[in-house]
């Protein structure tokens, strides 16, 4: 079975600190993506790899950077927390050479910035 | 704009008993529409995914509709049971691998 890791269930970070979320996946997938999930919203993106040390911005990326220095990693870096980024954070990995390949996700990391 | 919208937001169903998930989509151009189900605490897992060309696929007591026409799909679960309370939550693919149009989710609990 795929396993996505991500480092952290719970959060809990003041204003201005910067925050790291690591997310690990064993699969060998090519694709990596992170999101944020909000009570009544769908899933946003934020941002997302389909190769080492490549990303590309999803719909709400202000506020965030990513790093995947390799294949199986991929971090979401909060540069200076605010309260608007308290959050449930959600990692998904993927193949990209397989048509109507499923998202396989993390169970999450829950963050409060206070 | 493209868009899902699930419908209804929750729904409270006694244990054995059917219900049905509903999921409209304005996504263009339309590739493919998944059902996630996602436990409390947990990240979604794929249930089904239902391909422009296909109408009902069933997996086990989840049988999912997909009416391109009216660009409407529905999940139907039969003979509920308690560890199918869950968030159900549908995404449409557009004509890329990462344009992904998500649905806010379904809350269903199963009551004994």
């Known amino acids: 079975d795929v396993k996505v890791t991500q480092s952290s269930r719970y959060l809990v970070k003041r204003t201005g600190e910067k925050v790291f979320l690591e997310c690990v996946q064993d699969m060998d997938h090519e694709n990596m993506f992170w999101y944020r999930q909000d009570p009544g919203l769908g899933l946003r993106l934020i941002y997302f790899s389909y190769d080492v040390k490549m990303k590309e911005k999803g719909d709400i990326p202000e506020g965030y950077s990513v790093s995947r220095e390799k294949k199986e990693r991929f971090s979401l870096i909060l540069e200076s927390a605010s309260t608007n980024q308290t959050s449930m954070y959600l990692c998904?990995?993927?193949?990209?050479?397989?048509?109507?390949?499923?998202?396989?996700f993390g169970n999450g990391t829950r963050l409060t910035v206070t | 704009k493209n868009q899902v919208e699930q419908s209804p937001q929750s729904l409270i169903i006694l244990e054995g008993k059917n219900c049905t998930l509903q999921c409209n989509y304005t996504v263009s151009p339309f590739s493919n529409l998944r059902w996630y189900k996602q436990d409390t605490g947990r990240g979604p897992v794929s249930l089904t995914i239902m391909t422009f060309s296909e109408n009902t696929k069933s997996n086990g007591r989840y049988t999912a509709t997909l009416d391109a026409d009216t660009k409407q799909s529905s999940l139907h679960i039969t003979a509920s049971q308690l560890s199918d309370s869950a968030s159900y939550i549908c995404?449409?693919?557009?004509?890329?691998?990462?344009?992904?149009?998500w649905g806010a989710g379904t809350k269903l609990i199963i009551k004994p």
């Open positions: 995404v449409a693919k557009g004509d890329s691998n990462y344009q992904l149009i």
């Open positions: 998904a990995s993927s193949f990209s050479d397989r048509v109507n390949s499923p998202l396989h």
